[in-house]
């Protein structure tokens, strides 16, 4: 089987999950969220662009039922033994099929979480699901359920995070070497997506980052290639990524004379970050992360160059994100613990003059100062 894990793990994140179904009282629960098939079971895969779910009862017994298309890719890919087959046809409700299987499952009546929040679940599909579940039981909410368990890593995800780490590293050497006047950023691209995948490593959830000249201040992959002149500032952000596990980078490179500006807007990032490093620590929330990058940034006069959200966690994920739910925003209740994988990025954008700097990388949560996955220095880079 192409198990990641020893099934040791996929007991012990089992039983954590029947412990959080116990607290919230929930019979059963459907998993439509790619990122907790896979933590729960192993079970890998992109067909949740079409309807499928897990059924999780509370004696711990699993059941999946999904297309044909992904019968062989759940057995071979996890320890899940009861698969289902819904049959595509015209005008199909698999809605139905699954009101069926809950019947057959004596979930008839029973209190029954919901994975609405998520990629998985499209609008569609959760109307027809309330439609199909409105008389049947109780049905709640539950999205962030193992959304929350997946926050703190064992150590076998934190050995994926930290050769993800390494590929993130091996990706922005491939780049460096390349970045130039010149330089055709189709090139630089192909070679940090080679490097993690030559390393053994895997796509990423999403498209990297890259963009030269005005589109460096852009936080968005588009389409379309140019080539860098001889003063230019080239932003990118990507991931090294290892079992579907994701390790982050962020920087911006300025190519050829560096302005004053930059220069000024990367001592903001760096003083931002390392003042954030001393509270990426047990006992803080996820919004005082956010409350040190507002205040110094809007000390140095960039609110109006700051973004609202200054990092997220980072773990196991699938299209079209590799960001997890809990973010560094204002308010954010969150509390870190050890053992949480936290991509951090200071992103100024200054339209003004055309100015971007950008400064980012992931790191692990310990029980004091947080460790940083990265071997590159928060340099400034100057090619």
């Not at 711990?60 to 062989?72: H, I, P, Q, V």
């Amino acid at each position: 089987m192409a198990l990641h894990f020893e099934r040791s793990e996929f007991d012990a994140r089992l039983a954590r999950l029947l412990a959080r179904m116990q607290e919230e009282k929930l019979d059963a629960m459907l998993l439509f969220a790619q990122e907790s098939m896979y933590w729960l079971t192993g079970y890998d895969t992109f067909g949740f662009g079409f309807f499928q779910t897990l059924v999780v009862k509370a004696d711990g017994s699993m059941t999946l039922l999904t297309r044909s298309a992904d019968l062989r890719q759940a057995q071979l890919t996890s320890v899940i033994k009861d698969i289902r087959v819904w049959v595509d046809r015209p005008n199909v409700d698999p809605t139905l099929d699954l009101k069926e299987l809950l019947v057959e499952l004596d979930l008839l009546g029973a209190r029954i979480g919901v994975e609405y929040d998520t990629h998985g679940m499209t609008g569609r599909i959760a109307r027809l699901l309330d439609h199909q579940l409105s008389s049947f039981g109780q049905i709640v909410d539950a999205s962030y359920v193992i959304s929350r368990l997946r926050l703190t890593k064992s150590s076998a995800e934190i050995a994926y995070i930290e050769r993800a780490a390494a590929l993130a590293d091996d990706a922005l050497d491939a780049a460096l070497s390349l970045i130039k006047p010149g330089a055709d950023e189709a090139d630089i691209l192909a070679a940090m997506q080679g490097a993690v995948l030559s390393g053994g490593g895997d796509y990423p959830a999403n498209e990297f980052i890259i963009g030269s000249g005005q589109d460096a201040l852009l936080c968005r992959y588009k389409a379309g290639r140019r080539r860098l002149d001889a003063d230019d500032q080239l932003t990118l952000e990507w991931a090294g990524v290892d079992a579907h596990y994701h390790a982050a980078m962020m920087r911006t490179v300025v190519i050829g004379n560096s302005s004053h500006r930059h220069r000024e807007l990367y001592s903001a990032c760096l003083e931002t970050l390392q003042a954030i490093e001393t509270i990426l620590t047990p006992g803080h929330t996820f919004g005082d992360v956010f409350d040190m990058h507002a205040r110094i940034m809007d000390e140095r006069g960039l609110a109006r160059h700051r973004l609202n959200a200054c990092g997220y966690s980072l773990g196991a994920r699938f299209s079209p994100s590799w960001m997890e739910h809990e973010m560094f925003h204002m308010g954010n209740p969150q509390e870190m613990v050890e053992n949480m994988s936290l991509f951090v990025h200071m992103i100024i954008m200054d339209s003004d003059s055309g100015t971007a700097m950008t400064l980012g990388q992931t790191y692990l949560t310990t029980s004091q100062t947080p460790k940083a996955l990265s071997r590159h220095p928060l340099e400034f880079l100057n090619r």
